[in-house]
């Protein structure tokens, strides 16, 4: 075959083709089929093929394909902001659009400065971020982020931000722990704020669920009102990234609506669209934008920021997310899936930690369940398990080196939200096989 012209993403082996998908399937050139186990990145929530959503892609583009933010509005856009506003949990929220979840990311975190510079406090520049945690690729999210791995080559480019530690219960560095860890992350965050420097901080950036880089860490019960209760205390502004735990991934409408808190600004993209569209945004609250409104413009943008297709998309996403019930059935199946993985896996001496919420699942390999040890990051645990699956038909997700920045191994699900019962069990099934395959070989 002739060398291909793309620079791909995975260099060490030829990609299949996938020529088609629907529901929770993946078809390849050579007609081999997978279930999306992981929905990509955890990106697909209303599953592949969805008509509705091409069908509104389709419409507005045949309408206006392209207007640019600084001179038009679009019927699809403000469509959107409308039914999207009373889902948020954000007070009289503004919606600004974006192409994905960096770009949300680095939206929101120009927007607190702006928040800052409107009040006349121009020394918060800091934005407090978590050890092992992601908030995209670009150079100011990856400084904000604290995944070792990504940002290891850039290092030299890097090293604004402080971080504090991410809510992990299975490795809580907490000395109470179980107890109390939600006291113990608002005394470290507190800590960090003091050490930047009285007014210094802008704002405090976290997944409500750590995604990416510790798979489906879900923090305990007190964790996100303590951290969100220093934030106010000390002025600054609270982020809450989205782009994983969004729409209805975690089994409510946001992360943070598990526990009742309002951020400031909240970052979104995949789920919004499903994946149909590259899109996300910015939210922040009617404070934050009256604010940075009253002091001029927001000082951003991009080309295709306030995109009305990407929106069109996004409110077709959103009506079939509510239509059938698309949240709770999250919540539903990924208790299902959660109690079948562990049951599955209980007695597989590589598994240390199945855990999750709503149709956000990881789990944890290591090489001794006692002392936790991870296994050395040369045995390829990760690439074996998630190897072996795509053989049996499977595609997950993963993430490495989350112990110590080598070391550390981790298999993420999360499949379209339109996952059935016997989908489920499959995924189950296939899953647990391919660890077996890889625990009885280690
Ligand atoms: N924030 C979080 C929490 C994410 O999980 C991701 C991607 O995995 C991003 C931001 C970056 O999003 P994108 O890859 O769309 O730029």
Known sequence: MAESHVFHRVLTRTLPRAVGAQGVWIEDADGRRYLDGAGGAIVVGVGHGDRTLVDAMAEQSSRTSYVHGTAFTTDALEDYA?????????????????????????????????????????????????????????????????????????????????????????????????????????????????????????????????????????????????VAEVCRRHGVLLIADEVMTGFGRTGRWFGVDHWGVRPDVLTAGKGSTSGYMPFGFAACSGEVFETVRGAGPFVHGFTWSHNGVGAAVANAALRRLAEDDLVEASARQGERLLKGLSTAMADDPVVGDVRGIGLLIGVELVSDRGSKAPFARADQVTERVVAAARERGLLLYSSTGHVDGRDGDLIMLGPPLVISDEECDLVVERTAAAVASVSSAS
């Not at 179980?178 to 113990?184: K, Q, R, T, Y």
């Not at 992350?185 to 990416?212: D, K, Q, S, Y």
């Open 82 to 226: 409308d039914a999207l506003a009373p889902l948020l949990p954000l007070d009289e929220p503004r919606i600004y659009p974006v192409s994905g979840g960096s770009e949300a990311v680095e939206t929101a975190i120009k927007l607190a400065r702006a928040y800052h510079l409107a009040r006349g406090e121009s020394d918060r520049t800091v934005i407090v971020g978590r050890n092992a945690s992601y908030h995209g690729n670009t150079i100011g999210t990856l400084d904000v982020g604290g995944k070792a791995a990504l940002r290891r080559p850039y290092e030299p480019w890097l090293g604004r931000f402080p971080h504090v530690e991410a809510a992990y219960e299975y490795r809580c560095p907490s000395p109470s722990h179980p107890a109390g860890c939600g006291a113990w992350h608002a005394e470290r965050l507190e800590r960090a704020i003091a050490e930047a420097g009285p007014n210094t901080v802008a704002a405090f950036v976290a997944e409500p669920v750590a995604g990416a880089t510790l798979a489906a860490a879900v923090p305990t019960d007190d964790y996100w009102p303590a």
